[in-house]
């Protein structure tokens, strides 16, 4: 059973006289389509997807708009930005009508977890150092020294005054200065240390810290036995984990590929991942805390190796609906379907970038080698931001002038800034692509798996409209082939399902391929559509096999449906919105109060938990949950209109 948008990438004609760049994708209002639907018989009835909830009606169906008010205080429809069914995003597999909820209200309403290789997930429980290997609990300076030098250590270690020095006052027994010696070393390894005497005649003895240079700073002073690389919890609130590291970095004066972590988390949200650096000590670390602001460091440890992108096996979400409308049974049942049924693991809005011109477009450009029309699109004036980058952009639009609008355009916004500097040196002519290759690389691998994201939300949709919800002839599935040595890690391959092994399968083995040159392709209408929309945008699987290697798309198999995993839910009732409704990491490091609802409270919430494999949107999940369009922007408009306390609170 299935709700059906349109699929309108079709009205989209590739034509080679016209650059990627000055073309506009048709887009239509989806119609409330009636299709033959799949009974749990297997019988087939007749449904119209038109009845949903009045509330809905009033803000947009599963294919949602964005929304504005209008002069009486309505919801309308704003068009400038993208929209789901602009990306693909058009089926939901469940026939429940959904309900009216607000994600996202606050940003502590959407809290992650990540969970490691392991299982386990990670939380910031612990602020206090790790015992060393090399050196014994006997040697940690908190027994040896006062807090207040310790925290003036800590400062020591973060400047770049090399003439700062911190005096220790010390005992003359010379075995006891030995171990404080022993334990600087370990603990602030870019500090050194020396004893010598007092300065006020007593005749005592003080041990002078100051920071390493020359030579010694040349050479490791890491200790010996202990591992490369400190990993720890990074707890942040209402910053991107980029962002996040990079003042991490700012302040530790080091570059920000010194951190490593296996993912990035969302921006408006609360969440916890682990972070590993090279050489810097847990103290120096934990030290941060008191000049950190909405985030916190904590259960550091010493490893061998760094954190790889993608070595994490998913994310634990708890998440918070407010202004819920739907009566308990109707969220009873969606709650049910999405426990038992899943979801359609389409790619979020979030893999298509925030602005009014999507990434995959760009990435679009980059694939037929169109350099101009990629960096038209990223420095292109659009509406919605502010006087000062939409005269900067309009700068460069007008009069192409690299140098003029690098001096016009405000730092912060680095991608198109960093451009900027690549055609000022490259020259806007000669070379475009080395011009592009100022873009940090991960951003350039962004803009084409973008495109490849889109195709993969556009093949999924048409999929489900012609296929169902079952596995078919010519699918692919998984096909476990091997393990390895500790029997973690699973090794799979796909194979076709046949008339022969059709039975063994369920809907939930099915997997679509993402595009690639390497990959297989179903033999059915799922493979042929790839070939469509491809020869529609001008390329071919071959030619995804791009020359520059970074845009060269290997392709990939993504499942079909996902069933979310130890889900579950409770229905709150509460008067301020200004009160979280779940406890954070730090909130239960502070022992506050767990959030409790209140009988007769006006305001209806749904909380809801679960966890996801990487790689896969929880804003999907929800999407099936609300019937509901998902993007931060559509989100953004539909909080209430007066929302200065609320901005004043999360902030």
């Known amino acids: 059973k299935l709700y059906t948008g349109h699929f309108g990438y079709a009205n989209t004609v590739y034509q080679k006289a016209t650059p990627w760049h000055a073309m506009a994708e048709a ?8 299709l033959k639907l799949e009974s749990d018989a297997g019988e087939s009835e007749e449904k119209s997807s038109s009845g949903a909830r009045d509330e809905a009606q009033a803000f947009g169906s599963c294919d949602s708009k964005d929304v504005s008010c209008d002069s009486q205080g309505h919801k309308k429809i704003d068009s400038t930005h993208a929209k789901e069914e602009d990306v693909g995003i058009t089926e939901c597999v469940s026939p429940h009508p959904g309900f ?39 040697l940690k300076l908190e027994e040896m020294l006062a807090p ?111 951190f490593q972590y ?21 103290e120096r670390l934990l030290g941060l805390n008191s000049s950190i602001r909405n985030m916190r460091i904590g259960n550091c440890k010493y490893v061998s190796e760094p954190l790889k992108l993608g070595s994490l096996s998913g994310n634990r979400f708890t998440v918070v609906l407010r202004n819920v409308s739907g009566d308990d049974h109707v969220i009873s049942d969606a709650m049910g379907s999405l426990r038992d049924v899943g979801f359609i693991n389409y790619y979020g809005m979030q893999r298509f970038g925030t602005s009014t011109i999507p990434t995959h477009q760009i990435g679009r450009c980059l694939l037929h080698s169109d350099w101009q029309g990629a960096i038209d699109l990223i420095l292109k004036p659009r509406p919605g931001e502010s006087e000062e980058l939409s005269l900067a952009r309009q700068y460069y639009w007008e009069t192409r002038d690299a140098a003029g609008t690098l001096a016009r355009f405000p730092r912060k916004r680095s991608v198109e800034v960093q451009l900027l500097q690549g055609i000022e040196k490259r020259g806007p002519v000669n070379d475009l692509l080395g011009a592009l290759k100022f873009i940090p690389r991960n951003t350039r691998l962004m803009y084409v798996h973008s495109y490849q994201s889109f195709l993969w939300n556009k093949v999924t949709s048409q999929r489900i409209q012609e296929l169902g919800l079952t596995p078919v002839v010519g699918d692919l599935v998984w096909k476990k082939s091997s393990e390895d040595t500790k029997g973690t890690d699973k090794v799979y391959e796909v194979q076709y399902v046949t008339e022969e092994n059709l039975s063994e399968f369920t809907i939930h083995d099915v997997v679509i391929p993402l595009p690639g040159y390497d990959v297989l392709l179903p033999k059915n209408r799922v493979g042929e559509e790839y070939h469509k929309l491809l020869e529609k945008d001008g390329l071919s699987m071959e030619t ?19 069933k979310p995993e130890e889900i579950k839910w409770a229905v709150l009732y509460y008067n301020d919105v200004t009160l979280p409704l779940s406890l954070s990491d730090l909130d239960i490091l502070e022992t506050t109060p767990q959030p409790q609802s209140i009988p007769g409270a006006k305001e209806k919430a749904l909380k809801v938990e679960f966890s996801l494999p990487s790689g896969t949107y929880a804003t999907m999940a929800i999407r099936e949950l609300l019937k509901m369009g998902t993007s931060s922007h559509y989100q953004s408009q539909l909080n209430p209109t007066d929302t200065s306390l609320d901005t004043a609170v999360d902030s």
Request: proline share 3%.
């Open 27 to 34: 887009s239509s209002e989806p119609p409330y389509k009636k």
């Open 544 to 562: 995804l096999n791009h020359k520059v290697t970074d845009f060269a798309l290997s392709g990939g198999y993504r499942n079909l449906i996902i």
């Open 262 to 282: 296996a993912g990035t988390k969302d921006r408006r949200a609360i969440t916890s991942q682990h972070v590993t650096v090279f050489r810097v000590a847990a």
């Open 100 to 138: 009216f909820a607000i994600l996202k209200r606050r940003y502590s309403d959407f809290m992650v977890h990540e969970i490691a290789v392991d299982g386990s997930l990670v939380q910031l429980d612990n602020l206090t150092p790790p015992l060393s290997d090399a050196v014994s609990s006997a």
């Open 148 to 258: 207040e030098e310790i925290e003036m250590l800590q400062k020591l270690s973060q400047t770049a005054d090399k003439h700062q020095h911190v005096d220790i006052k010390t005992s003359n027994d010379k075995e006891q200065r030995t171990l404080v010696h022993r334990a600087l070393r370990e603990t602030f390894p870019s500090l050194e240390s020396k004893t010598i005497d007092a300065e006020d005649g007593s005749g005592g003895k003080v041990i002078r810290v100051s920071l390493t240079v020359g030579t010694k700073a040349s050479r490791s002073v890491w200790p010996r036995g202990r591992g490369n690389y400190c990993k720890f919890v990074l707890y942040k609130e209402n910053k991107d984990t980029m962002e996040a590291v990079s003042v991490l970095a700012r302040i530790m004066k080091m570059k920000s590929s010194n």
